[in-house]
């Protein structure tokens, strides 16, 4: 168990927007920082942080929470995990209860796979650096390939003893359980045989964007024809080959600096390149690009610089991720390098000035390459150049904003030669047939008839006004509850000619008090038991310490409190995205109004339980056109008065 004071000292060190801004993109929105959501597939940025608050708030998905929150929902960490995580970034020593046996063997099992896998990573390690065979095989192959001690150690490269249990009956000595080796797939076991998956292979690690060791990638270095070149780790609990991109962990920073991530196939490609000083590339590993790949990529940037080998054999077929990634509203380059050359061989053979000034001048637009590629391959073929242009224009299908799509297509009649009529029509046509395959809403395109589109009515959710107003209450005290301010109530008296008259008094104190004392004068209690506890529980702190910092507040509550605190604070903040001085719109602020505005939320509660208490004595039994109690038509009647003082005290608030 992790003691209290470490996890105090992570909290008290560790920055949100920091350690966030390691996995997403962030750009600063006046006091707080927004990005796209890391949690859903979203072009217009909905994620916010709050350095103030320390909390952030995805309103695509609705998650939110403090810095261990993002982690244990982004990373799928345990809180352990997360607190582990953060001490490691900032530098601070972990102190640690005894565990007991127990305590042990009820380890969770993903952590348990990523022990494992840990370990593994520092025995490849070890093996390559220390054991003679390691030095003589695995080490002899990086330096040929051109990589640097430095380089090699960066990337955590290792070597798999050629010897059929090496590395198991090693992790099984130190403690290590076959069966989360097994499921890891580190070793395969075959009835009461056992024997490591990655025997006489060079190791590099696949880490995930926190750092993790998920799985390995290893490269075979004997001529052995029965054996795979390269062999990844099988699919397990932490390793999905379709959600990871090897290098991301190191190059994330560089991709949000650079707003660009080349894209290469290979690990060797992304150490040479890295090793060359273009540390903003990730690879696929060898795999078909996946939407889920892309995804990490856009939480970073939005600009994708896709590498092809010279004469790669399936340029045609690997120009089908880059249609996945237009897909995803990014922007897409294609550069190939010269033929007989990778990544990996051209950063070798050249120095970081001209592998730089080689990209700047041969990354072309998509459409451009497409077009040239396609073209060279359709020559005079009339039938061939249709289809060409047709897959041109698919592929221009992908793109999810309409103004794109328009300049694409007027791009594409130009170097094809076409009008631009045909291509839209075109378009229209391939956007209604995937309308129809899917239904799945599509842009219209340019030239797409105009005409009135009629959407089935839906019933809106009724609001629940009790709730709303709990709401509020909280949010007050937590964004203003020690603020002093001059309130104003009025007073009802009767005058002399026996008239009802109201007379303003002013008095100072502050808003928590104010709330507190109004609803306590009325016997007002909270419907909502979550809203109930966090009443209490902000109430008793401000009497106790007469202040109360949220940070503190949000890391001390339990999990749900503390996701409702985030929640009203960070839709406080919602409306920042909008930018509305960018658009000469000045909204004023709500701490100018405090006073009123927490006025306004006490009488609608009232007002809201007195019309409530009237529906329900009006539902009272009625026998012979009149109530059974007769006491309930006066209380109706003085209910009505009352509800007509709160309202006309509402009508007064200033």
């Not at 025997?199 to 795979?228: C, E, N, Q, W």
């Not at 790669?312 to 996945?324: E, K, Y």
């Not at 949000?554 to 903040?573: G, H, S, Y």
Request: glycine share 6%; hydrophobic share 35%.
């Amino acid at each position: 168990m992790i003691s209290r004071t470490t996890i105090d000292s992570v909290f008290e060190t560790a920055r949100v927007e920091e350690v966030i801004g390691d996995f997403v993109q962030l750009k600063k929105s006046g006091s707080n920082f927004k990005g796209l959501s890391p949690f859903s597939d979203e072009r217009t940025p909905s994620f916010m942080v709050s350095p103030v608050k320390q909390i952030w708030k995805d309103f695509s998905s609705g998650k939110g929470g403090n810095v261990v929150a993002f982690l244990m929902e982004h990373e799928h960490f345990t809180y352990p995990e997360a607190i582990k995580y953060l001490a490691k970034k900032y530098g601070i020593e972990i102190e640690e209860t005894q565990q007991s046996d127990e305590q042990k063997a009820q380890a969770n099992e993903r952590e348990s796979l990523y022990l494992v896998s840990e370990y593994a990573k520092d025995f490849f390690v070890s093996a390559l650096h220390k054991s003679e065979e390691g030095k003589a095989i695995g080490l002899s192959y990086f330096k040929e390939r051109g990589f640097t001690d430095e380089t090699i150690k960066k990337f955590e490269l290792g070597y798999s003893p050629d010897s059929w249990e090496a590395f198991t009956s090693k992790a099984i000595k130190d403690g290590y359980k076959l069966e989360y080796l097994e499921k890891s797939g580190l070793t395969i076991v075959k009835e009461e045989k056992q024997f490591d998956r990655f025997k006489g292979r060079v190791m590099f690690p696949i880490k995930s964007m926190s750092g993790r060791v998920l799985g390995f990638g290893g490269r075979i270095l004997t001529a052995d024809k029965r054996a795979a070149k390269y062999l990844n780790s099988p699919e397990s609990d932490i390793y999905h080959k379709s959600k990871v991109l090897y290098g991301i962990y190191l190059a994330k920073q560089a991709i949000a600096k650079e707003d660009n991530c080349y894209l290469v196939e290979g690990y060797t490609d992304v150490i040479q390149f890295n090793q060359s000083g273009i540390e903003n590339v990730v690879s696929s590993s060898g795999t078909a690009l996946t939407p889920e790949q892309i995804r990490l990529i856009n939480r970073l940037t939005k600009n994708v610089t896709v590498l092809f080998d010279g004469d790669a054999a399936g340029l045609r077929a690997s120009l089908r991720g880059v249609d996945l990634i237009l897909e995803q509203g990014m922007n897409v380059r294609i550069c190939t390098f010269p033929e007989g050359q990778d990544p990996d061989s051209f950063a070798r053979d050249n120095s970081l000035e001209e592998l730089k000034e080689y990209l700047d001048e041969n990354a072309n637009d998509f459409i451009n390459f497409k077009a040239s590629l396609l073209a060279s391959e359709a020559k005079n073929d009339p039938i061939n150049r249709a289809e060409t242009i047709r897959d041109m224009v698919v592929s221009i299908s992908k793109i999810p904003d309409a103004i794109k799509q328009e300049v694409y297509i007027k791009e594409c009649a130009r170097i094809m030669d076409i009008s631009e009529e045909v291509l839209f029509n075109t378009l229209a046509q391939i956007l209604q047939k995937v309308k129809r395959d899917t239904g799945r809403k599509t842009q219209q395109p340019h030239l797409e008839n105009m005409g009135i589109v009629t959407t089935d009515s839906k019933q809106l959710p009724k609001v629940d006004v009790q709730y709303e107003l709990e709401l509020k209450i909280i949010e007050l005290l937590l964004l203003y509850g020690t603020e002093d301010e001059e309130f104003e109530d009025l007073i009802l008296e009767t005058t002399k000619e026996g008239k009802i008259a109201f007379t303003p008094e002013k008095v100072r104190t502050k808003v928590y008090e104010k709330i507190y004392l109004d609803l306590q004068d009325d016997e007002i209690e909270f419907t909502n038991d979550e809203f109930r506890a966090l009443y209490y529980e902000i109430i008793n702190r401000l009497n106790e310490e007469r202040d109360i910092k949220i940070d503190i507040l949000v890391n001390q509550l339990p999990p749900e409190k503390a996701e409702i605190v985030t929640n009203i604070l960070m839709e406080d903040e919602k409306h920042s995205l909008h930018n509305w001085e960018g658009k000469d719109i000045f909204v004023k602020e709500k701490k100018d109004t405090i006073s009123q505005v927490v006025n306004e939320t006490v009488l609608n509660l009232r007002r809201h339980l007195v019309t409530t208490k009237i529906s329900e004595l009006a539902n009272s039994p009625v026998i012979n056109g009149e109530y059974e109690d007769r006491s309930v038509m006066e209380n109706i009647e003085d209910y009505k008065k009352l509800k007509e003082v709160l309202s006309t005290k509402l009508r007064r608030v200033l």
